[in-house]
Structure formats: C-alpha cells, structure tokens
C-alpha cells in the first residue's frame, strides 16, 4: 500500500532535504500562531508548535483517509531559555546574531508523523557555537537579506556557515530538518 506524505511547511529548506533523500510528498503548508507563551521552554515550545501544525494540516484534509502521512515541523534556536525566532527585521537580525556571537546555542526541531489517527514525533537538538563576530560582519551579512525569515536569523548553508566555530549533533536539524530522524518517523507511519 502506498501512503500520500503531506508536508505541512512552506520551507524550501524541508522540500530541498526531503526530495533529496528521494521521498515523494506534497506540500500544503498551515497557519499556525507561532507565539511564544510566557515561560515555556525551547523544547516544549517546539515540540507543541509542530504538534499544532500536524494536527492542523490533519483537521484540513480529513478525507485523507488511511493512506494520508502528515510531516509537520518547526525548527527553534535558543540561547538558554532564549527564543529569539525570526528577526523580521534588520535591527533584530543584528541583536540576535550579537547575542549568539562567541556562544554556544541550541537549535531544536520537532518532527512529527501523523496517520491513521495515530502521532510519531521526535525532538532533535544540536549545539551550535558561533566564533566572536565583528559589527561589521555582522551587518554585512544581515544587509545581504539571508537572516530576516530563518529561526534564529541565521542560514547555516548560506553565509552564516562561516561563522560556526563547532556543531554537535545533525547539520541537517541546523538546516531544518534532521533527516535521519525523520525518514524513521515516515517509516514508522508506513
């Protein structure tokens, strides 16, 4: 039997890791309010966001019917107990980056498998560590545009790989999506 993945994100980052580890899918992203609630932790936060986006995307297409697989996920940077999310802005995108500047941070990714009314989901985390970074790179790199809609206002396969100093744990979680996690999740729901 052949099951019909849903990848519920807009991300190109998702699509480009899953099409290249040659899983078929299509993509219907959903709106989900992606707020911070007071004194959650990085790792709640991201696990019930992607719970919320595989239950939305589910809720949405409820004639899917046995051969449907949701793939949802969400991605969050944290500094301690810091979400910084997405700058938005330029003034932001500089605040994060200086503050993730010469320290270690975690990047967190929910993954989460819907079908047949049943639920599979994993949390990743990697440690990343940034060099000291200068103002003027800094800058530079936020005025080329890449930070302004990527969690933690960096892009690890752009331009911001140059500032890793060190990762512990899966690059494509940084990116993402930890891939090796997920395609044991996809093949759990198969």
């Not at 589910?58 to 899917?64: K, L, N, T």
């Not at 051969?67 to 802005?89: F, H, M, N, Q, R």
């Not at 545009?145 to 690890?156: C, K, V």
Request: proline share 5%; charged share 25%; no cysteine.
């Amino acid at each position: 039997m052949s099951r019909s993945i849903v990848l519920a994100s807009a991300s190109p980052r998702r699509r480009d890791l899953l099409a290249g580890a040659g899983v078929e899918f299509v993509v219907r992203p959903v709106e989900f309010d992606e707020v911070v609630f007071e004194g959650e932790a990085p790792r709640a936060y991201t696990r019930r966001v992607a719970i919320g986006k595989a239950v939305a995307a589910d809720a949405r297409d409820p004639d899917g019917g046995p051969d449907l697989v949701v793939l949802a996920a969400d991605t969050t940077v944290a500094l301690d107990e810091w979400i910084p999310g997405k700058p938005g802005s330029r003034e932001r995108a500089i605040e994060t980056l200086s503050r993730l500047s010469g320290r270690t941070h975690q990047v967190h990714t929910a993954v989460v498998v819907r079908g047949n009314r049943r639920l599979w989901s994993r949390l990743v985390t990697t440690a990343v560590r940034f060099r000291t970074l200068g103002r003027a790179e800094i800058a530079a790199y936020v005025d080329g545009g890449e930070p302004l809609d990527r969690a933690g206002g960096y892009a690890i396969q752009g331009g911001a790989g140059a500032f890793v100093d060190r990762i512990v744990g899966s690059y494509t979680n940084v990116v993402g999506l930890p891939l090796r996690e997920t395609l044991e999740l996809l093949q759990a729901a198969r």
